[in-house]
Structure formats: C-alpha cells, structure tokens
C-alpha cells in the first residue's frame, strides 16, 4: 500500500516525493520561461542594434557569466526563504547569458536577410522587426533551450534545498 515505504512517524513517502515534485516541475517551468524570454530579449536587442548596445548588454552577460551563480543564489535565497516565486526569478536571473549569446549570434545572421531588410526599408519599427522576423526564426532554438532550462532549474532547485537554501519542508 505505501510503493516507498514510510517514514518514522507514518508519513507516506511517495505521496511526499509526488508532492515534492510538483513544486519542482512547476519552479522548473516558470524559470525556463522567465530565462528563455530574457535571453531571447537580451539576444536579439544586442544582435540587431550592435554598436553601444550591444557592448553594453554583452559586458553585462558575461559579468553575469564569471559570478558564482550557486554562491549567490544560496546567500540570497535566506531572504526569500518563504517566497518561491522570488527563489524563481532568483533562479532565472543566472541561466540565461549563454542563451543570450547564442542568440546575439544568430541575430547576427538573420538581421541581414532579405525579409528583415524590406521590412526595415518599408519602414517598420526595429522591435517589430525582432518580434515579427527574428524571435519566429530563432524559435526552435529558444524551445529546444526552455527544455533544457526546465531539467537545469529542477536540479539547481533540488541541490539547493538539499543545502537547505531552497524550497523548504514541508513543499
């Protein structure tokens, strides 16, 4: 009756492994779309404008990249110990640069297109251009890094709860 057994006080642990799952599955899909959208803004923004903007925004990812992310989420984390929803943004804010980067390149390569170039003579706005001929182009790839995200935010989540930084008993 209980496929996990149970604990010393009675508690079934697979309904407390089921429950724990579905906080996890749910941080883990909310930081791959919080993630995966800024990389995609972030990525685009500086692929398509370069000059100053794209320094700017580059310095700012790979700063981003050379922070001990698992450090700072763990210091941080004690603040918003009872708050998931401020642990996801927390997660989301250190996942995202590589996409970023991966994204700025391909921008790089869509930006000068002939569909982007009529678009852009025909006089239509640079963030039209983005989320109407850039972002729909570079949608298998901002997919195939949300499911990604997903596993990479679960993990990251479960080690730092393991620690004790994370989500807490009894989620």
């Known amino acids: ?24 599955i749910l941080i ?5 779309v919080f993630a995966t959208g800024v990389a995609a803004l972030v990525g685009s923004a500086a692929g398509y404008f370069g000059g100053w903007v794209d ?14 992310a698992f450090l700072i989420i763990a210091i941080l984390s004690n603040q ?15 996942i995202w640069q590589i ?14 297109r002939e569909y982007v170039l009529a678009a852009k003579y025909m006089g239509v706005s640079n963030w039209k251009i983005i989320f109407s001929h850039i972002l729909p182009n570079l ?20 080690s730092l709860s393991f620690f004790g930084f994370g989500v807490q008993p009894p989620d």
């Open 99 to 112: 996409t970023a980067r991966i994204v700025r390149g391909q921008t790089l390569a869509l930006k000068n």
């Open 80 to 94: 918003f110990a009872g708050n998931w929803l401020l642990f996801v943004l927390l997660l989301g804010a250190f």
């Open 1 to 24: 009756s209980h496929w996990f057994g149970t604990d010393q006080t009675g508690l079934d642990l697979y309904s407390a492994t089921m429950h724990g799952a579905q906080k996890s």
């Open 139 to 158: 949608s298998s790839l901002l997919i195939i890094d949300a499911t990604i995200n997903v596993s990479t935010a679960i993990v990251t989540e479960a």
């Open 28 to 32: 883990g899909l909310l930081v791959a």
């Open 55 to 68: 320094r700017v925004l580059m310095w700012i990812v790979d700063l981003l990249l050379v922070v001990p």
